[in-house]
T-cell receptor, first 109, second 115 residues
Framework: DAKTTQPNSMESNEEEPVHLPCNHS???????IHWYRQLPSQGPEYVIH???SNVNNRMASLAIAEDRKSSTLILHRATLRDAAVYYC??????????FGKGTMLLVSP | GAGVSQTPSNKVTEKGKYVELRCDPI?????LYWYRQSLGQGPEFLIY????????DSGLPNDRFFAVRPEGSVSTLKIQRTERGDSAVYLC?????????????FGAGSRLTVL
Protein backbone atom coordinates (compact mmCIF):
# COMPACT_ATOMS: atom_id res chain seq x y z
CA ASP A 1 0.00 0.00 0.00
CA ALA A 2 1.17 3.52 -0.80
CA LYS A 3 2.19 5.55 2.25
CA THR A 4 0.28 8.81 2.81
CA THR A 5 1.13 11.92 4.80
CA GLN A 6 -1.60 14.27 5.98
CA PRO A 7 -1.56 17.09 8.56
CA ASN A 8 -2.86 15.95 11.93
CA SER A 9 -5.33 18.82 12.08
CA MET A 10 -6.49 21.95 10.29
CA GLU A 11 -8.78 24.81 11.21
CA SER A 12 -11.19 26.81 9.14
CA ASN A 13 -13.92 29.36 9.54
CA GLU A 14 -17.43 28.71 8.39
CA GLU A 15 -18.19 29.61 4.75
CA GLU A 16 -14.50 29.79 3.86
CA PRO A 17 -12.80 27.40 1.43
CA VAL A 18 -10.69 24.61 2.87
CA HIS A 19 -7.80 22.88 1.14
CA LEU A 20 -6.83 19.54 2.71
CA PRO A 21 -3.46 18.28 1.42
CA CYS A 22 -2.22 14.72 1.08
CA ASN A 23 1.19 13.43 0.00
CA HIS A 24 1.31 9.96 -1.54
CA SER A 25 4.72 9.89 -3.20
CA UNK A 26 4.85 6.06 -3.47
CA UNK A 27 1.52 5.73 -5.23
CA UNK A 28 1.47 3.26 -8.12
CA UNK A 29 0.35 4.29 -11.58
CA UNK A 30 -2.98 2.47 -11.37
CA UNK A 31 -4.00 3.44 -7.82
CA UNK A 32 -7.01 5.67 -7.52
CA ILE A 33 -6.97 8.36 -4.83
CA HIS A 34 -10.00 8.03 -2.57
CA TRP A 35 -11.12 10.43 0.14
CA TYR A 36 -13.41 9.45 2.96
CA ARG A 37 -14.45 11.46 6.00
CA GLN A 38 -15.66 10.45 9.43
CA LEU A 39 -18.00 12.66 11.41
CA PRO A 40 -18.04 12.27 15.20
CA SER A 41 -19.62 9.00 16.38
CA GLN A 42 -20.25 7.83 12.83
CA GLY A 43 -18.62 5.46 10.38
CA PRO A 44 -16.53 6.84 7.52
CA GLU A 45 -18.36 8.11 4.44
CA TYR A 46 -17.16 8.38 0.86
CA VAL A 47 -16.34 11.87 -0.37
CA ILE A 48 -14.67 11.64 -3.78
CA HIS A 49 -12.08 9.76 -5.81
CA UNK A 50 -9.94 10.29 -8.90
CA UNK A 51 -7.05 8.91 -10.95
CA UNK A 52 -5.35 11.71 -12.87
CA SER A 53 -7.81 14.45 -13.69
CA ASN A 54 -9.34 16.86 -11.25
CA VAL A 55 -12.79 15.77 -10.12
CA ASN A 56 -15.84 17.58 -8.81
CA ASN A 57 -19.00 16.36 -7.11
CA ARG A 58 -21.66 17.86 -4.89
CA MET A 59 -19.53 17.41 -1.77
CA ALA A 60 -16.07 18.53 -2.83
CA SER A 61 -13.42 18.89 -5.50
CA LEU A 62 -10.27 16.83 -5.84
CA ALA A 63 -7.15 18.36 -7.35
CA ILE A 64 -4.48 15.84 -8.31
CA ALA A 65 -0.90 16.90 -9.00
CA GLU A 66 0.44 16.16 -12.44
CA ASP A 67 3.01 13.69 -11.03
CA ARG A 68 0.26 12.16 -8.84
CA LYS A 69 2.47 12.35 -5.77
CA SER A 70 0.05 14.61 -3.99
CA SER A 71 -3.57 15.65 -4.04
CA THR A 72 -5.78 18.25 -2.38
CA LEU A 73 -9.37 17.90 -1.27
CA ILE A 74 -11.20 21.19 -1.61
CA LEU A 75 -14.32 22.10 0.33
CA HIS A 76 -15.55 25.24 -1.36
CA ARG A 77 -17.50 26.65 1.58
CA ALA A 78 -16.96 24.92 4.89
CA THR A 79 -19.94 24.45 7.18
CA LEU A 80 -20.04 23.30 10.78
CA ARG A 81 -21.25 19.91 9.50
CA ASP A 82 -17.97 19.49 7.63
CA ALA A 83 -16.05 19.14 10.91
CA ALA A 84 -14.69 15.60 10.65
CA VAL A 85 -11.57 13.50 10.16
CA TYR A 86 -10.64 13.35 6.46
CA TYR A 87 -8.78 10.33 5.13
CA CYS A 88 -6.79 10.24 1.89
CA UNK A 89 -6.45 6.63 0.64
CA UNK A 90 -4.61 5.43 -2.47
CA UNK A 91 -6.40 2.30 -3.60
CA UNK A 92 -5.56 -0.33 -6.18
CA UNK A 93 -8.70 -1.40 -8.02
CA UNK A 94 -11.13 -3.12 -5.69
CA UNK A 95 -8.62 -3.72 -2.92
CA UNK A 96 -9.60 -3.06 0.69
CA UNK A 97 -9.29 0.49 2.02
CA UNK A 98 -6.27 1.12 4.24
CA PHE A 99 -6.89 4.07 6.52
CA GLY A 100 -4.19 6.23 8.09
CA LYS A 101 -4.81 8.72 10.89
CA GLY A 102 -6.26 11.37 8.61
CA THR A 103 -6.67 15.12 9.16
CA MET A 104 -9.06 16.41 11.79
CA LEU A 105 -10.82 19.46 10.37
CA LEU A 106 -12.13 21.96 12.91
CA VAL A 107 -14.66 24.52 11.66
CA SER A 108 -15.42 27.65 13.67
CA PRO A 109 -18.60 29.71 13.33
CA GLY B 1 -32.61 -1.24 4.32
CA ALA B 2 -31.36 2.19 3.35
CA GLY B 3 -28.03 1.86 5.11
CA VAL B 4 -25.71 -0.56 6.86
CA SER B 5 -27.15 -1.58 10.21
CA GLN B 6 -25.00 -2.75 13.12
CA THR B 7 -26.16 -4.22 16.40
CA PRO B 8 -25.66 -3.78 19.24
CA SER B 9 -24.57 -0.15 19.14
CA ASN B 10 -22.91 -0.61 22.51
CA LYS B 11 -21.72 -3.74 24.27
CA VAL B 12 -20.05 -3.95 27.65
CA THR B 13 -18.65 -7.32 28.64
CA GLU B 14 -16.19 -8.83 31.07
CA LYS B 15 -12.76 -10.14 30.24
CA GLY B 16 -12.94 -13.74 29.08
CA LYS B 17 -16.51 -13.60 27.79
CA TYR B 18 -17.73 -14.39 24.27
CA VAL B 19 -19.19 -11.60 22.11
CA GLU B 20 -21.10 -11.49 18.82
CA LEU B 21 -21.51 -8.36 16.73
CA ARG B 22 -23.99 -8.29 13.86
CA CYS B 23 -23.91 -6.44 10.55
CA ASP B 24 -26.84 -6.10 8.16
CA PRO B 25 -25.51 -4.72 4.84
CA ILE B 26 -27.31 -2.76 2.16
CA UNK B 27 -29.57 -5.07 0.17
CA UNK B 28 -27.83 -6.35 -2.94
CA UNK B 29 -24.32 -5.51 -1.78
CA UNK B 30 -22.23 -8.61 -2.31
CA UNK B 31 -19.07 -7.35 -0.60
CA LEU B 32 -18.90 -6.91 3.18
CA TYR B 33 -16.02 -5.62 5.28
CA TRP B 34 -15.22 -5.54 8.98
CA TYR B 35 -12.91 -2.93 10.48
CA ARG B 36 -12.11 -1.97 14.05
CA GLN B 37 -11.17 1.48 15.28
CA SER B 38 -9.35 2.34 18.47
CA LEU B 39 -9.51 5.81 19.98
CA GLY B 40 -7.54 8.36 17.94
CA GLN B 41 -6.71 5.90 15.17
CA GLY B 42 -8.07 5.28 11.70
CA PRO B 43 -10.13 2.16 11.03
CA GLU B 44 -8.07 -1.04 10.82
CA PHE B 45 -9.10 -3.73 8.32
CA LEU B 46 -10.10 -7.12 9.72
CA ILE B 47 -11.85 -9.22 7.05
CA TYR B 48 -13.59 -8.95 3.69
CA UNK B 49 -16.36 -11.19 2.33
CA UNK B 50 -17.37 -11.59 -1.28
CA UNK B 51 -20.69 -13.38 -1.08
CA UNK B 52 -20.52 -16.11 1.55
CA UNK B 53 -16.78 -16.64 1.49
CA UNK B 54 -14.02 -14.73 3.22
CA UNK B 55 -11.94 -13.31 0.36
CA UNK B 56 -9.35 -11.76 2.66
CA ASP B 57 -9.04 -12.41 6.41
CA SER B 58 -5.48 -11.16 6.74
CA GLY B 59 -6.48 -8.46 9.23
CA LEU B 60 -7.91 -10.75 11.91
CA PRO B 61 -5.48 -10.30 14.81
CA ASN B 62 -5.58 -13.87 16.16
CA ASP B 63 -7.70 -17.02 16.30
CA ARG B 64 -10.02 -15.53 18.93
CA PHE B 65 -11.62 -13.53 16.13
CA PHE B 66 -13.90 -15.19 13.60
CA ALA B 67 -16.53 -13.91 11.18
CA VAL B 68 -19.24 -15.62 9.17
CA ARG B 69 -21.68 -14.68 6.44
CA PRO B 70 -23.61 -17.92 5.82
CA GLU B 71 -26.20 -16.65 3.35
CA GLY B 72 -24.22 -13.87 1.73
CA SER B 73 -26.11 -11.11 3.50
CA VAL B 74 -25.96 -10.64 7.30
CA SER B 75 -22.54 -11.15 8.88
CA THR B 76 -21.55 -11.87 12.47
CA LEU B 77 -18.17 -11.05 13.97
CA LYS B 78 -17.41 -13.40 16.86
CA ILE B 79 -14.81 -12.73 19.54
CA GLN B 80 -13.90 -15.48 22.00
CA ARG B 81 -12.24 -15.02 25.40
CA THR B 82 -12.37 -11.23 25.11
CA GLU B 83 -9.45 -9.18 26.39
CA ARG B 84 -9.32 -5.54 27.47
CA GLY B 85 -7.31 -4.75 24.34
CA ASP B 86 -10.29 -5.79 22.21
CA SER B 87 -12.13 -2.66 23.35
CA ALA B 88 -12.80 -0.61 20.21
CA VAL B 89 -15.50 0.43 17.78
CA TYR B 90 -16.17 -2.35 15.28
CA LEU B 91 -17.25 -1.01 11.91
CA CYS B 92 -18.97 -2.87 9.12
CA UNK B 93 -19.17 -1.71 5.51
CA UNK B 94 -20.72 -3.08 2.35
CA UNK B 95 -20.30 -2.37 -1.34
CA UNK B 96 -21.44 -3.46 -4.76
CA UNK B 97 -18.19 -4.22 -6.62
CA UNK B 98 -19.77 -3.74 -10.02
CA UNK B 99 -20.88 -0.20 -9.26
CA UNK B 100 -18.23 2.23 -10.44
CA UNK B 101 -15.63 2.95 -7.81
CA UNK B 102 -16.77 0.20 -5.43
CA UNK B 103 -17.59 2.80 -2.80
CA UNK B 104 -17.85 1.41 0.71
CA UNK B 105 -20.86 2.39 2.81
CA PHE B 106 -20.17 2.11 6.53
CA GLY B 107 -22.47 1.53 9.44
CA ALA B 108 -22.27 3.58 12.64
CA GLY B 109 -20.35 0.84 14.40
CA SER B 110 -20.64 -1.30 17.51
CA ARG B 111 -18.71 0.03 20.49
CA LEU B 112 -17.24 -2.85 22.50
CA THR B 113 -15.95 -2.27 26.01
CA VAL B 114 -14.20 -5.13 27.78
CA LEU B 115 -13.88 -4.58 31.53
Amino acid sequence: DAKTTQPNSMESNEEEPVHLPCNHSTISGTDYIHWYRQLPSQGPEYVIHGLTSNVNNRMASLAIAEDRKSSTLILHRATLRDAAVYYCIPRAGYSTLTFGKGTMLLVSP
Amino acid sequence: GAGVSQTPSNKVTEKGKYVELRCDPISGHTALYWYRQSLGQGPEFLIYFQGTGAADDSGLPNDRFFAVRPEGSVSTLKIQRTERGDSAVYLCASSHPLSGANVLTFGAGSRLTVL
